[in-house]
């Protein structure tokens, strides 16, 4: 691994944190393949910092499951089985339809209107394929909605169970012929949302992450090929 990551200069953000971003970047985006032993000297090297915040940076991926140290081994880009992929996903399914059914009588029109402006940035973010844009907003499109349940507990769980999927769900973006797809899919969810209907958005919220599913299986499924 040589000069995979950017220099740290991010200002006031904790170089730890500022090295998580990258390292998080580098997994999701494929830089660091499922399996590959991550150099933490050469990590310190290509951010410009010490081991110090690298390690700090890597227990916190490990807690979201990005990555596994092993003692007396190292760290290592955590890798999923199919199986592991089908009860991810088949988690989110459960709790979020469930949370989305809770939360569509309580969203505000403060809240329909961001998601509606939300909504928009992202057909524009995919158009232009601008994925990290669109994953930023993706994430907010949907947290607005299960926000809106009031439940902190469920949110943290949902917000680690999104952390573990997120790896597939990006290169999802990368098939064009599904953009058209996503963007019928949120739009559902939006009008769902605006409608206060909850077993509507239950079952647009389960449908998008089926439809999801469907595709990032097939992605899996090709990457343990070459391995």
Same mark, same amino acid.
């Given at each position: 691994m040589s000069r995979m990551l950017k220099p740290i200069d991010d200002g006031i953000k904790t170089v730890s944190g500022?090295?998580?971003?990258? $390292?998080?970047?580098?997994?999701?985006?494929?830089?660091?393949?499922?399996?590959?032993?991550?150099?933490?000297?050469?990590?310190?090297?290509?951010?410009?910092t010490s081991l110090i915040p690298v390690r700090e940076a890597l227990k916190t991926l490990a807690s979201e499951g990005l990555v596994q140290i092993i003692p007396r081994r190292g760290a290592f880009v955590a890798e999923f089985s199919l199986n592991d992929l089908e009860n991810l996903y088949d988690a989110r399914m459960m709790v979020?339809?469930?949370?989305?059914?809770?939360?569509?009588?309580?969203l505000t029109d403060a809240q329909l209107n961001e998601l509606k402006i939300i909504s928009g940035q992202m057909r524009d973010a995919l158009e232009q394929d601008h994925y990290?844009?669109?994953?930023?907003?993706? !994430? !907010?499109?949907h947290f607005i909605i299960y926000d809106a349940a009031n439940n902190s507990y469920l949110t943290d769980i949902l917000s680690g169970l999104w952390d573990l999927?997120?790896?597939? !769900?990006?290169?999802?973006?990368? $098939?064009k012929d599904k953009h058209d797809v996503i963007n019928a899919e949120h739009q559902e969810i939006l009008d769902a949302c605006w409608m206060r209907d909850s077993e509507r958005l239950r079952i647009a919220i389960e449908r998008h992450i089926q439809q999801t599913l469907n595709g990032v299986r097939v992605l899996a499924a090709k990457d343990m090929k070459k391995e």
């Amino acid at each position: 691994m040589s000069r995979m990551l950017k220099p740290i200069d991010d200002g006031i953000k904790t170089v730890s944190g500022i090295a998580q971003e990258r $390292i998080r970047d580098a997994i999701l985006k494929g830089t660091l393949p499922p399996g590959t032993r991550i150099d933490q000297n050469q990590l310190a090297e290509d951010l410009n910092t010490s081991l110090i915040p690298v390690r700090e940076a890597l227990k916190t991926l490990a807690s979201e499951g990005l990555v596994q140290i092993i003692p007396r081994r190292g760290a290592f880009v955590a890798e999923f089985s199919l199986n592991d992929l089908e009860n991810l996903y088949d988690a989110r399914m459960m709790v979020e339809g469930q949370v989305a059914a809770k939360a569509a009588a309580l969203l505000t029109d403060a809240q329909l209107n961001e998601l509606k402006i939300i909504s928009g940035q992202m057909r524009d973010a995919l158009e232009q394929d601008h994925y990290d844009d669109f994953t930023q907003l993706n !994430r !907010r499109f949907h947290f607005i909605i299960y926000d809106a349940a009031n439940n902190s507990y469920l949110t943290d769980i949902l917000s680690g169970l999104w952390d573990l999927a997120e790896r597939y !769900r990006y290169r999802y973006l990368f $098939i064009k012929d599904k953009h058209d797809v996503i963007n019928a899919e949120h739009q559902e969810i939006l009008d769902a949302c605006w409608m206060r209907d909850s077993e509507r958005l239950r079952i647009a919220i389960e449908r998008h992450i089926q439809q999801t599913l469907n595709g990032v299986r097939v992605l899996a499924a090709k990457d343990m090929k070459k391995e």
